[in-house]
């Protein structure tokens, strides 16, 4: 068994299992973090244009850049 980071215990399960269906798990789990990947990559990319603009209308409004 091996800690996560939630504090919680999470056992090796691919060490219990016959090695086609450990491989099918393993497999599967590949895929779902790397679709949690693909998100959290998007949110970030969300959150800097956010970011950025948001650096930008505070400056035109402190007149840094006032048209």
Do not use: C, S
């Amino acid at each position: 068994m091996k800690p996560e980071k939630n504090g919680g215990i999470k056992m090796k399960i691919t060490l219990i299992l016959p090695k086609f269906l450990a491989r099918a798990y393993q497999e599967e789990d590949l895929r779902r973090a790397e679709i949690h990947l693909q998100y959290y990559r998007g949110m970030a990319r969300v959150l800097e244009a956010r970011v950025t603009e948001g650096r930008e209308e505070l400056d035109r409004l402190e007149g840094k850049k006032w048209r």
